[in-house]
Structure formats: C-alpha cells, structure tokens
C-alpha cells in the first residue's frame, strides 16, 4: 500500500470510518443541532461550534502544507470566531466548510507524488520539530481524534443537563 492511500485511508476513517477506538467525526457530530453546538456546558471549555471551526483551520493549513507551502498559522486563525447568527443555517454552513477542507486536503494527498510527501515542511519556527508533510497529514488525524475527543465530552455535558441522547 502506498504511503498517500495508507494516509488517506486512515484520515478518511477518523473522520466518517469505523476507527478501532470508537466513534468517528461523523458519528460524533451526527444529531448535534446549531443550539447545542453553540453552548459552553463546561466552564473554561470551547464550544462544539469552536472546536469544528478549529477543526476546520487546521485541516485547510494541513493542506497547504501537503501541497508544499510553508507552515504559518492557519488563514482562519487557530480558533475562529463562532459566526454571530448561530442558527442551523450557520451550522450547516460551518459542517460544510469542514467537509470541503476534508476533501481539499485528501485531494492535496493524492495530487502530490509519493516522494514529496517525504519533504520536509518549510517555514518550521526555530525550537519547533521539523515534520515532513506525511506526518503532518497523519498529525492531522491525531488532532481531529483529540479533538472529537472533547467534542464527546462536551455534547455528553449537554445532553446530560438537557436530558436528551
């Protein structure tokens, strides 16, 4: 198996698949409605809304840095603003923005050559460990794990106090 099909096989199952530890991104997001995802049912603790739009950026810079760009701070910011109209049209919108950053960043996967995902990233700050861009796109799956992680947690908090499932 290649190296782009192992990495691309193994975000694809974080994100939608049926991962050995437990539930995916999708299973994790499914059913989470824009007035849920809004809420800070943890003290200290981001948002659903955040953390997808965090998710977000940092799949979009992964994808640059696949396609051979220098790493910087993703575009978005590492924590964009939650929009100010949270209603279910916004969320939509901002599970939709994730899912094209998803695409832009497998079909950065497969268009580079197998030997440039070797290559290293440029642009790392000085006291950072350079990574080559494969292990920023497995990085990658190892931050959407954390993160689902948490979102778990979150909406867990929520459905708690609100007594839903």
Known sequence: MSLRT???DH???VWVGDPWYGNSGRKILEGVTAAEAAQHPIPGVQSIWEFVLHLTAWTEECARRVEGESARDPVLGDWPAVPSATDDA???VTIDDLGKARQHVLDAIEQA????LYGQV???PAGTTPRTRAETAAGLAEHDVYHFGQIALVKKAIRHTTGSK
């Open 11 to 13: 975000l694809v199952t």
């Open 113 to 116: 050559h197998e030997e440039n």
């Open 6 to 8: 192992t990495l691309r």
């Open 90 to 92: 916004a969320w939509k």
């Open 122 to 124: 440029a642009g790392v």
